[in-house]
């Protein structure tokens, strides 16, 4: 199945996007059009479509987005002065004024362009609809960076008290991809900013997680900038250093340091490294000359040891997609 599908009529009546606009995964459509259907059940139109002021209309207080393009603001602004605004913007009223739930990028363009009014429909809906409606919308985006739809996650988790499984089941995805994201926010700020500013993917993030020290985590971002490391290398590099850190084990019955060397199979050093990637921590397996052995988890504090009870507790299948 392809990643891109065309998004359902649902989204574009709600959210007033065209077909070419935004595309999207089809866990993702599903949960829009799911979206769309619990809101026109109970939050009614309230005056159609108007001309409003653009200045009467208010910011999205929980659009995850941060930053904008100049360039593609100013390109679209061109398109509007051409074409007119094929599609308004969606509004809901709050008090005298109005506030955006949908178009900033055209509202935006349309105060560059010089436009005092722009078409807009209007929408009753609660803070909680707004929010998981700017969430969805924003998952599609591709041009959104990891950390913006991660802390989009973690204001709505923390303003509503809910649970990743709550907020997956109201949005119709897959609980490991609000998981995998929210996991990114643990590491260092100097890391979460190279990630934001594009000079690490989120691949090379993940791959850090299992370092846990942040000096560490600091240091091995840097020498993927400056070296250019791809996700794999970056992952060997990771696996190398944690084995290199770990202490010698010393076979059974002998005491003297000459006979120490490493007992450890390539199969048990594969599996660690594995499960390293799959919890986004370091991970010991320790084993005796008889078979018998352990795991440990390391977890830097409670939000981490609550995060990985999540994740150990999830059904296999979506331990597997994360």
């Known amino acids: 199945m392809s990643k891109d599908r065309r998004l359902g009529r649902g989204l574009a009546a709600l959210l007033g996007t065209t077909s070419d606009e935004t595309t999207g995964p089809a866990h993702v459509e599903e949960a829009t059009l799911a979206l769309t259907d619990a809101s026109s ?9 108007i001309d409003l002021n653009v200045y009467e209309i208010d910011d999205n207080p929980f659009q995850p987005r941060r930053e904008f393009s100049e360039t593609e ?24 004024r109005y506030q955006l739930i949908s178009g900033e990028r055209r509202l935006r363009a349309a105060i560059r362009a010089g436009w005092s009014t722009v078409p807009a429909r209007i929408r009753e809906a609660d803070d909680r609809l707004v929010a998981e409606l700017a969430i969805v ?19 709505y988790l923390e ?28 590491l260092p700020t100097s890391v979460l900013d190279a990630l934001q500013s594009g000079a690490i993917t989120a691949g090379h993030a993940r791959a850090l997680l299992p370092l846990g020290d942040e000096t560490e985590q600091n240091d091995f971002c840097r020498r993927i ?18 084995e290199a850190s770990e202490p010698s084990t010393i076979p059974f019955g002998s005491s003297s340091p000459k006979s120490r060397q490493r007992t450890k199979s390539a199969q048990i050093a594969s599996l660690e490294q594995r499960l390293r990637v799959t919890l986004g921590t370091k991970v010991e397996i320790k084993q005796t000359s008889r078979g018998k052995g352990r795991i440990i988890v390391h977890f830097g504090g409670a939000e981490e040891f609550e995060r990985l009870r999540h994740l150990l507790e999830a059904d296999p299948e979506t331990r597997a997609a994360g």
């Open 41 to 49: 059940r109970s939050e009614a139109p309230a005056a159609g479509m």
């Open 159 to 186: 303003e509503h008290r809910c649970t990743q499984e709550d907020l997956a089941l109201r949005l119709k995805i897959d609980r490991s991809t609000i998981a995998n994201l929210m996991r990114l926010l643990e």
């Open 225 to 242: 900038e400056q070296e250019g490391w791809s996700v794999r290398s970056t992952e060997q590099q990771v696996q190398d250093h944690i």
């Open 73 to 96: 603001i100013g390109s679209l602004s061109e398109s509007l002065k051409e074409h007119d605004m094929l599609q308004p913007v969606l509004v809901r009223p709050v008090g005298e």
């Open 137 to 155: 919308e924003n998952l599609q985006r591709k041009d959104l960076n990891p950390i913006e739809k991660a802390l989009s996650f973690k204001r």
